[in-house]
């Protein structure tokens, strides 16, 4: 295949959104991106991320100064593109567990007004399931000449542009006959410079497309509680689940990716996603089917809560006016994002028991005050960890895992410390005279 050209538009400029848009521009396709937002309007129009994301400030500067790349918080910039990628967001409804889909309903809405003949609507967003059929319903009633597709979208943050080049998988959920044809083949020069380097193409219906967003993330999520509960029991059995995770992990039919246990999960997607999952298999009436996904979910919380315990132990139940230093608030490294993040979750609850807790992250120290501002914050690692009664990694940025326990000794009240990832060397800390205590290991 020969890579073409194509005019796409992007809608809802986030994570996904913005490295959607900027990796297309780099496989050549002239892309607008359209977001309501002004401010991270304007950071992409000086070629800026919006947010900490390895690689994608790079990849801007580059593909803003091809000018294939151009930003618009007017919907109408996104007439004359042929293919239209929504990427809105789908949070958790503030009055319960399912998915809010209030920005994808109102963006189609919007896009509708827009879309000229022949043009293909591709959602990317994480959709309950039925969700695509329905807007394809509203797509046709104003444009029945329009196709609508399901592309859901796998990146990682912290590997967004990545993942985003070099995918897994592509999933096309196409509607029956020639408007599923069309999309199929409008899809296919979308992507063609990933199909020929032979990407995995998965072509089906939309519930299914829908389904496979959701079963993937469930599916991670339960390998992380999974491995997470093995660390209650290791914890109560004087077990070390890290040994554990390494040997079930040679086992190729289970694999060590994704068996890291510790603080659990976080992050805009994984949390949300199972329990908006949950809502919408009760509401087709097969709820049963992912109870399971509630354990998973309980299993999660309660590492948090474990961690907090841990902390008041070390603390020899001293917890109020201790020193407290937290390493890490992003929900993972390389990120600069706190949504539901169990570190920062950990430092507000220690700081609730008294604790004068100071907050250190690379990245997300300013998402982090903004959303727990009671917390101390400080950005040098060693002022964070000067006069430290208890030292928690809860984020496993590299510096933190680099970290010299000498060096740090000198720094703290106690050489006491927490590693909430399992993600620093037992011999290199207790040989350096401290006391090390992690989750699921003796
Ligand atoms: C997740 C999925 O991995 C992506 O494939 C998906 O596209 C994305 O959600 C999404 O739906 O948009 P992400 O939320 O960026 O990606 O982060 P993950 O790398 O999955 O990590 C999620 C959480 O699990 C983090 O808090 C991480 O610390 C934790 N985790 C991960 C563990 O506790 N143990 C592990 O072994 C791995």
Not at 84 to 95: A, I
Not at 217 to 246: P, Y
Not at 319 to 343: C, N, Q, Y
């Amino acid at each position: 295949r020969r890579a073409a050209n194509v005019q796409i538009s992007v809608i809802g400029l986030g994570y996904l959104g913005a490295v959607h848009a900027a990796s297309m521009a780099k496989l050549g396709h002239h892309v607008v991106g359209v977001d309501v937002d002004t401010d991270r309007v304007e950071a992409l129009a000086a070629g800026k991320a919006p947010f900490f994301e390895p690689g994608l400030d790079d990849l801007l500067s580059q593909v803003m100064a091809t000018g294939r790349l151009t930003v618009s918080t007017e919907m109408s910039a996104v007439e004359g593109s042929r293919v239209h990628f929504v990427c809105v967001g789908t949070p958790q409804r503030s009055d319960g567990q399912a998915a809010d889909l209030t920005y994808v309903d109102a963006a189609v809405e919007e896009l509708v007004r827009h879309l000229g003949a022949g043009d293909v609507v591709v959602g990317k967003s994480t959709v309950p399931v039925g969700t695509a059929q329905r807007l394809s319903d509203l797509v046709a009633t104003s444009r029945p000449d329009a196709a609508l597709a399901w592309n859901p979208e796998f990146l990682r943050e912290g590997f967004a542009v990545q993942d985003t080049l070099h995918p897994d998988r592509l999933v096309y959920g196409l509607p029956d006959g020639e408007a599923g044809e069309r999309a199929a083949v409008v899809l296919d020069e979308v992507y063609a410079t990933l199909l020929a380097e032979d990407v995995p193409r998965i072509v089906t219906d939309y519930p299914t497309a829908e389904l496979v967003k959701v079963a993937a993330n469930s599916f991670l999520a339960t390998k992380i509680s999974f491995i997470n509960a093995m660390a209650e029991l290791c914890e109560v059995a004087g077990g070390d689940v890290a040994r554990l995770a390494d040997a079930i992990g040679y086992d190729a039919r289970i694999g060590r990716r994704f068996l890291n246990a510790g603080l659990g999960f976080g992050g805009g997607c994984l949390p949300k996603d199972i329990r908006a999952f949950r809502a919408r298999a009760d509401e087709l009436g097969a709820g049963d089917a992912v109870a399971f996904l509630g354990e998973v979910d309980a299993i999660n919380t309660r590492r948090r809560r474990r961690m907090v315990e841990l902390a008041v132990e070390v603390l020899g139940g001293m917890v109020e006016s201790a020193e407290v230093t937290v390493l890490g608030a992003a929900f993972k490294p390389d990120s600069d994002d706190v949504r539901d993040s169990p570190a920062l979750d950990v430092a507000a609850r220690l700081a609730e028991l008294g604790a004068v807790v100071t907050v250190h992250d690379p990245q997300a120290i300013d998402n982090a005050r903004a959303k727990q501002p009671q917390l101390h914050y400080e950005r040098d690692l060693e002022a964070a960890l000067a006069g430290a009664d208890a030292v928690l990694l809860l984020t496993e940025w590299k510096q933190y895992r680099d970290l010299d326990p000498e060096r740090v000794g000198t720094l703290v009240a106690q050489r006491t410390i927490l590693d909430g990832r399992n993600a620093l060397s037992r011999t290199m800390w207790t040989d350096a005279g401290w006391q090390y205590r992690a989750l699921g290991r003796r």
